[in-house]
Structure formats: structure tokens, C-alpha cells
């Protein structure tokens, strides 16, 4: 059951984090693309799309950790070793998988190769390597 916690915990200092970020670069973006109008109706406030995107960011990543938890309790059942500073290999190597899946499409994109390259590396280190180390702590 500490899996399940630390991956609700890691999930939304993850979305605690990516919320402002991501209104950040939606309001930066608006002002040279206008994405955010073409994204919502006609007369939409920035702040409020904003408020969107934070409240989405809790509800996808905190889901996302609680499921990252649930193969982290499965994984740990099976008493696999440490490895590349985490106290299980195989877990985080699943994360780096599921990370780089998700990251290396989005590549051929070069105005957002930054901000996935960041996130990316964000998520790996936050659900890969800080999970785990959290749930022993619980243990």
C-alpha cells in the first residue's frame, strides 16, 4: 500500500509543478501563436483555460501514479534488485520505457522537442527514481 501513496504523493508534486509551468507557456505561447483562441471558444480567458490545465494536470498525473504504484507494489512482490541509483531495476526501467515512448515522437516537433525533453526527463526521475525510493521509506 505505500507504493499506491507514493505514487499518489509523486504524482501531484508532479502536477503541483507542471500546472503553473504549463500556464506559463500556454500564456507565452498565446502571445506570439495565440493558441489558447484557437484552442477555446471565442472571448475565452487565458487564466481560465489556465485553471483548466491545473486541474487537469492533478487528475491525469495523480491517476497515473496511483496505477505507477500498483505495478510498483506487483513488481516489488517478485523481489527483483536495485539498479542506476533506484532500489528496483525493473520498475524504473519500465518508467524510462514508458517515458521514452511517450518523449521520442514528439521530436519531429521542434517547437515543443524542448519541453518534452524536460518533461520527460521530469517524469523518469520523478516516477522512476523518487517513487521508489519514497515507498521503501514507507515500508
Do not use: C, K
Not at 504523493?9 to 495565440?34: E, H, K, M
Amino acid at each position: 500500500m505505500a507504493d499506491v501513496f507514493a505514487g499518489f504523493v509523486v504524482g501531484y508534486a508532479l502536477a503541483l509543478l507542471a500546472g503553473p509551468v504549463g500556464a506559463i507557456a500556454l500564456i507565452r505561447s498565446n502571445d506570439r501563436t495565440g493558441l489558447a483562441q484557437r484552442v477555446a471558444p471565442e472571448g475565452t480567458s487565458v487564466v481560465a483555460l489556465s485553471v483548466v490545465l491545473h486541474f487537469a494536470a492533478v487528475i491525469v498525473l495523480t491517476a497515473l501514479g496511483l496505477i505507477l504504484g500498483m505495478a510498483l507494489n506487483g513488481i516489488d512482490a517478485r523481489q527483483p534488485d536495485g539498479g542506476i541509483g533506484s532500489p528496483n531495476l525493473v520498475y524504473t526501467a519500465m518508467v524510462i520505457a514508458l517515458t521514452a515512448v511517450v518523449v521520442i515522437p514528439t521530436f519531429a516537433l521542434p517547437a515543443v522537442r524542448r519541453y518534452a525533453l524536460i518533461g520527460g526527463v521530469a517524469f523518469a526521475a520523478a516516477f522512476g527514481w523518487a517513487m521508489p525510493w519514497l515507498a521503501t521509506l514507507g515500508s
